[in-house]
T-cell receptor
Framework: AQTVTQSQPEMSVQEAETVTLSCTYDTSESDYYLFWYKQPPSRQMILVIRQEAYKQQNATENRFSVNFQKAAKSFSLKISDSQLGDAAMYFCAYRSPNRDDKIIFGKGTRLHILP | NAGVTQTPKFQVLKTGQSMTLQCAQDMNHNSMYWYRQDPGMGLRLIYYSASEGTTDKGEVPNGYNVSRLNKREFSLRLESAAPSQTSVYFC?????????????FGPGTRLTVL
């Protein structure tokens, strides 16, 4: 069975600095999808970025980028120029290529932004 | 567009009571999902509906039932609430159940079972 591990329960970063959140996963599949979701205090889950495993190029979305290391089964999220609005829980998630298969979420990393 | 809406936002039940959580989406999505989120845990899938007229069990279905009332609405029912069902419940929808599709989440329902 697939698992997703986020080893950092909490992290802090100074405003305008860069922070990297770690995520590792375990799977025997060769093709799959990886996601980072943000959950601010409002509780609403918001997709930050997604990566298809067959694509070697790392995904980027404005200040958010990933470092996808397929062989190491690592999928870290880098947030550049951190802003106060980035404070939230961040969840790494894995999804099998099988249609209808569920998303597997990690336990989350709480990110604090220090002014 | 309201996106995904859930009612109620908060609910307190006594053990053994029943209730239905409502979810609706206005994005014409085919697939809908119910998750629960417990402290220190990521979301876990309770049930999902890949398309109108179909429902399937997720990771933690025991104690719950679902109804896909129509394409827009997907309800979650607790027949006899237990303290172990205290959690935050999220409904989500996606265009299809293809894995690359983004899931859009509602604001959640915080349920406490005494």
């Amino acid at each position: 069975a697939q698992t997703v591990t986020q080893s950092q329960p909490e992290m802090s970063v100074q405003e305008a600095e860069t922070v990297t959140l770690s995520c590792t996963y375990d799977t025997s599949e060769s093709d799959y999808y990886l996601f980072w979701y943000k959950q601010p205090p409002s509780r609403q889950m918001i997709l930050v970025i997604r990566q298809e495993a067959y694509k070697q190029q790392n995904a980027t979305e404005n200040r958010f980028s990933v470092n996808f290391q397929k062989a190491a089964k690592s999928f870290s999220l880098k947030i550049s120029d951190s802003q106060l609005g980035d404070a939230a829980m961040y969840f790494c998630a894995y999804r099998s290529p099988n249609r209808d298969d569920k998303i597997i979420f990690g336990k989350g990393t709480r990110l604090h932004i220090l002014p | 567009n309201a996106g995904v809406t859930q009612t109620p936002k908060f609910q307190v039940l006594k053990t053994g009571q029943s209730m239905t959580l409502q979810c609706a989406q206005d994005m014409n999505h085919n697939s809908m999902y119910w998750y629960r989120q417990d402290p220190g845990m990521g979301l876990r899938l309770i049930y999902y509906s890949a398309s109108e007229g179909t429902t399937d069990k997720g990771e933690v279905p025991n104690g719950y039932n679902v109804s896909r009332l129509n394409k827009r609405e997907f309800s979650l029912r607790l027949e006899s609430a237990a303290p172990s069902q205290t959690s935050v419940y999220f409904c989500a929808s996606s265009e299809t159940s293809e894995p690359y599709n983004e899931q859009f989440f509602g604001p959640g329902t915080r349920l406490t079972v005494l």
